[in-house]
C-alpha cells in the first residue's frame, strides 16, 4: 500500500511539473520574443524539453499505477531512463550552444521584469518538485524517476543563472555572468545523459 501511495505521489508531482513547464515555456517565449531577451526565450525552451521528459516519465508511472506486470514495468523503466538520458544531452549542446553564442557576440541579455519574476518562482519552486520526485523515487525504486528529477534540479539551476544574468548585467553591466554559470553545468548533464542512456545507477 505504502509502495502504492508513493507511486501516487510521483505521478501528481510529475503531473505538475508539466503543468508548471507548459505555462512557465509560454510564458517565456512569449515575453523573451517581446523583449529581445534570447537568454529568456532559451529558458522557454528549456522548459519544453523538461515538459516531454515529464511525460514521458508519467506514462511509466501510470504503468506500475494500473497493475502492470513487473516485466513492463522495468521494460519501461529502461526506456524512460534512457530518454531522459537523451533530453540530458539535448539541454548540454542548447546550454553550450547558446551560452558559446552569447559570448562571442557579446550580447547582454535584456533586462524583462516578467523574466526576473518567472526566474525566481522558478527557483523556489522547481527544487522543492525535484526533492519530492527524488524521495517518491527512493520509496519505489524508480532510477528514471529520480534521472528526470534531477533533470528538473537541473532546470532550476539555469533559473538561477538567468537570474544572475538578468541582475549582475542591470546592475552592473556584466553581460557574461549568465552564460559562464550556464556552461559551469554542462560536464554534469553530460555525465547524467550518458548514464541514463546507458541505464547506469547514480545514488
Same mark, same amino acid.
Given at each position: 500500500?505504502?509502495?502504492?501511495?508513493?507511486?501516487?505521489?510521483?505521478?501528481?508531482?510529475?503531473?505538475?511539473?508539466?503543468?508548471?513547464?507548459?505555462?512557465?515555456?509560454?510564458?517565456?517565449? &512569449?515575453? $523573451?520574443?517581446?523583449?529581445?531577451?534570447? #537568454? /529568456?526565450?532559451?529558458? !522557454?525552451?528549456?522548459?519544453? +524539453?523538461? =515538459? *516531454? %521528459?515529464?511525460?514521458?516519465?508519467?506514462?511509466?508511472?501510470?504503468?506500475?499505477?494500473?497493475?502492470?506486470?513487473?516485466?513492463?514495468?522495468?521494460?519501461?523503466?529502461?526506456?524512460?531512463?534512457? &530518454?531522459? $538520458?537523451?533530453?540530458?544531452?539535448?539541454? #548540454? /549542446?542548447?546550454?553550450? !550552444?547558446?551560452?558559446?553564442? +552569447?559570448? =562571442? *557576440? %557579446?550580447?547582454?541579455?535584456?533586462?524583462?521584469?516578467?523574466?526576473?519574476?518567472?526566474?525566481?518562482?522558478?527557483?523556489?519552486?522547481?527544487?522543492?518538485?525535484?526533492?519530492?520526485?527524488?524521495?517518491?523515487?527512493?520509496?519505489?525504486?524508480?532510477?528514471?524517476?529520480?534521472?528526470?528529477?534531477?533533470?528538473?534540479?537541473?532546470?532550476?539551476?539555469?533559473?538561477?543563472?538567468?537570474?544572475?544574468?538578468?541582475?549582475?548585467?542591470?546592475?552592473?553591466?556584466?553581460?557574461?555572468?549568465?552564460?559562464?554559470?550556464?556552461?559551469?553545468?554542462?560536464?554534469?548533464?553530460?555525465?547524467?545523459?550518458?548514464?541514463?542512456?546507458?541505464?547506469?545507477?547514480?545514488?
Amino acid at each position: 500500500m505504502a509502495g502504492r501511495n508513493w507511486t501516487r505521489i510521483g505521478l501528481v508531482l510529475v503531473i505538475a511539473t508539466m503543468v508548471y513547464n507548459a505555462v512557465e515555456a509560454g510564458l517565456s517565449v &512569449f515575453w $523573451g520574443y517581446w523583449a529581445h531577451s534570447i #537568454a /529568456l526565450m532559451g529558458f !522557454g525552451l528549456d522548459s519544453v +524539453i523538461e =515538459l *516531454a %521528459a515529464a511525460g514521458v516519465l508519467l506514462w511509466r508511472l501510470r504503468l506500475e499505477e494500473r497493475g502492470a506486470s513487473e516485466e513492463d514495468v522495468e521494460s519501461g523503466e529502461r526506456r524512460v531512463q534512457q &530518454f531522459v $538520458g537523451v533530453t540530458f544531452i539535448t539541454l #548540454a /549542446l542548447y546550454v553550450t !550552444g547558446q551560452s558559446g553564442w +552569447i559570448l =562571442l *557576440a %557579446a550580447k547582454a541579455p535584456d533586462e524583462s521584469i516578467v523574466g526576473i519574476i518567472i526566474a525566481a518562482a522558478s527557483l523556489v519552486i522547481m527544487p522543492l518538485v525535484s526533492w519530492g520526485k527524488l524521495r517518491a523515487a527512493r520509496q519505489i525504486g524508480s532510477k528514471a524517476l529520480a534521472a528526470e528529477a534531477r533533470e528538473t534540479l537541473a532546470c532550476s539551476y539555469l533559473s538561477l543563472t538567468l537570474l544572475v544574468g538578468l541582475a549582475a548585467n542591470s546592475l552592473w553591466g556584466w553581460w557574461w555572468a549568465d552564460p559562464v554559470a550556464a556552461l559551469l553545468m554542462v560536464p554534469w548533464l553530460v555525465k547524467e545523459g550518458i548514464e541514463g542512456i546507458r541505464g547506469e545507477d547514480d545514488d
